[in-house]
Nanobody
Framework: QVQLVESGGGLVQPGGSLRLSCAAS????????MGWYRQAPGKQRESVAGIGSSGRTNYADSVKGRFTISRDNAKNTVLLQMNSLKPEDTAVYYC?????????WGQGTQVTVSS
């Protein structure tokens, strides 16, 4: 059974940075596209960024130029570097398969951007 464990969230001031990490187990990680999603209070979960098995990336318009997704297949890990954070980036961030989250969702990691 695939397990997804997100970490790296926290409280940061506007303009700050965070680096999220997702550890995946129980799957042939290197062969599948992975992505990050987020859900803000009272809103539906939305796609943030995805990375294919070849390394090709996709980003939501709202995070282009600020967020960078990467992967380390040797460690079954997907990373999300978030820079120039804004209050509207506040949400619980999840990782899952891309472009559709087809695995059981993990607990997520809370990102709060506030002064």
């Amino acid at each position: 059974q695939v397990q997804l464990v997100e970490s790296g969230g926290g409280l940061v001031q506007p303009g700050g940075s965070l680096r999220l990490s997702c550890a995946a187990s129980g799957t042939i990680f290197s062969r599948i596209a992975m992505g990050w999603y987020r859900q803000a209070p009272g809103k539906q979960r939305e796609s943030v960024a995805g990375i294919g098995s070849s390394g090709r990336t996709n980003y939501a318009d709202s995070v282009k130029g600020r967020f960078t997704i990467s992967r380390d297949n040797a460690k079954n890990t997907v990373l999300l570097q978030m820079n120039s954070l804004k209050p509207e980036d506040t949400a619980v961030y999840y990782c899952n398969t891309w472009p559709v989250g087809g695995r059981v969702w993990g607990q997520g990691t809370q990102v709060t951007v506030s002064s």
